[in-house]
């Protein structure tokens, strides 16, 4: 979780994992108000509050709180929530004695918890995290493996790179040392008190794509380096982080530093896939632990090593010129006719696996020849037997001759850097950037119900009568689903894939306010491969507080490219379950010569825009079509230039194909192809057309063929 104010640490700090002297403060004395953390590893002591000093301060705190560890207030408003997942909230905090502002994370130990064992798993990430915090506060030492160091790291102070630890939870010896972490012996509740962030490199990069406001090469240059140099001080510290993406980076007045080290572990660890405490992001991992999830042996692991992270460094690198995670297209590939995003992420996975070659966007490539050779060469090399180390890779010229004027932390040491004139992309400066709530992604499948407002397209919305009402829901996959009293169905509005892709906005022209604005991206192209217009949706909320809700759970289910997963037995039955499901097939198209991709049917073929009008030759797209061996059906994407799969095998299998004659259709030989319903909710069919009726009867067998064969 992101957590607060920075604060120097002295060298003379206490040795790694001492305890550390809590001394009650001199009665003479009141508390100070310095502003400035005398906390855990503070060379002066970190006093106790008494029970009167604590009534005293707690009247100067403003809004609900609580009183912890008997010197912090935790303020409990939902506007106090800086994170939220599924093992621990971070709340924004005030130290009473100092005034200062924390980040206080408490860790999510329920009843139900301590039954099904799921507590001893939150003690290991609750433990874990003190101990790696203190370790990472010790000044940066030379690592004995030569790959893991380099000179820039000489001059990286810790406090510089990682999130500071102010306090933790756990008994008092009789000595007045801070011993083990633990429980408070007070409420039972563990507390991990840190430092306050401004934002998130996430939150950032989102700023700037709602702005529309591309970063500078100098401002990429420079972010990368910090994200770069930052990774390598854990690795020349002996740890993996496991879970790196930009919502793992965060920004501490400027300078960029690493978060959630529940997870990190020790180079060279071995990690079984029971291990319930470990958790990844499937569009950032990397091919050899997506093969490590994907190995079916009885009882798989993983060796913990640096390679891991740098793939993941590698993957976030890009988001700084696209402002979007680059495996998202082919992760809303999968989450196409209603997946789960657990489904979705698990084929992702089994694509990643074998993946021969990075698709690095077009616009990345362009962007500089030295940033395109530092990923293709150095940071997403599939085999990572191949892959340099980002101590090795920060001698790249792309990184290394940066020539600094001026540092956004104000110090010469300072990771993130800018160049002169470039103000304007200095996130410190960003004055419109608010820090939002990190809600856990593993909650993505959380549904949402209610009433909106919708205006059809061709009306115009100014007008309140062009508006009626709906009980519309988003369902488990993120789409937006509505109940057709005309038709008597629940069907999708909006797909899960295409609300993945959406952009959202307040819409300010609409007879019902406030409003809210969904652009959707077209899938198909035109002639030319140019992306056509976007289609835009229009809903009316009943309140500002049901348009904040609704603008949450429109936001939630966009955010799918970091969804997170964890590790442990439930991980390992549901793979067994997709590996039967699937039958082992690949379900996906790559750059390889596998027979996977060779065509065993392939024809031009006519493509229905989605809900168009079937009269209208220019809502019909031809493209070159085919069935591939393992029975997806495919097509080449000028827009992307790469092929795609439309249907899997397994989507077909479970289809329904039948021929139709359109009365008022423009094509004569059409077909569908419609999947079945799922939880009540009814797909919209995939529409089809041929150039004769002997080719559409070809097409329909063809098509049918999955199910035959599976």
Known sequence: MGQGCIRKHPRSEPALLEPVKVQPPPRSKSPTSSGRSQGLFSSAPTPTVSSSTQRSSAQVVEGPHRIVMKKYAMHMTDDDIMGEGNSSICRRGTNLLTNETVAIKVYKVSRSRSKNGQAETLRTKFTRQIEVLRELMAPLEKSKDESLWCEQLELAPSDKLFMQLLDYSGNLASSGFRGTPGPDPDDGEMYVVTEMASCSLKEYIAARRKAGKAMSKETVRAITKAMMLVTAGLHAKGFVHLDLKPENLMLFNGVLKLIDVDGCIRIGTKISITDSSLSFSPCYCSPEWARFIHDDSPDPYIIAAPGLDVWSIGMTIPELITHDAILRPVFVSFLKHGRPHRQASIMLMEWLSSVKKVPIPKSVESFDKDLLSLLVNSLLVPDPAKRKTLAESLNHPFVKPIQLARSV??????????????????????????????????????????????????????????????????????????????????????????????????????????????????EDEDEDGKSLPRETHVFGCESEEDYAAWMDAFESARHIAALTMKLGRSIAVQLKEFRLTVNNRRIKVDDDDSADRVPVFKSKLWKLKADSDWSDKQNWREREMWISQNGSLVYYSVLEDRELVYYSASDLARATVSAHDQTDSCMSWGFSVQLPAQDGVEFAPGEFAADSEDLRTEWMKAVRRPALIS
């Open 409 to 522: 932390a104000r110090s010469s040491t300072s990771p993130i850097t800018y160049a002169v004139g470039d103000t304007d992309d200095d996130p410190s400066a960003s004055g419109g950037l608010r820090r939002r709530e990190r809600k856990g992604t593993q909650d993505i499948t959380a549904r949402h119900k209610g009433v909106l407002w919708k205006c059809s397209k061709t009306q115009d919305p100014s007008k309140k009568e062009n508006w009626y009402k709906r009980d519309v829901w988003l369902s488990a996959n993120g789409s937006l689903c509505y109940h057709s009293p005309k038709q008597g169905k629940q069907l999708i509005l909006i797909d899960g894939h295409q609300m993945a892709n959406a952009d959202l906005g307040l819409f300010e022209k609409g007879a019902i306010e406030p409003a809210i604005e969904i652009s959707i991206a077209e």
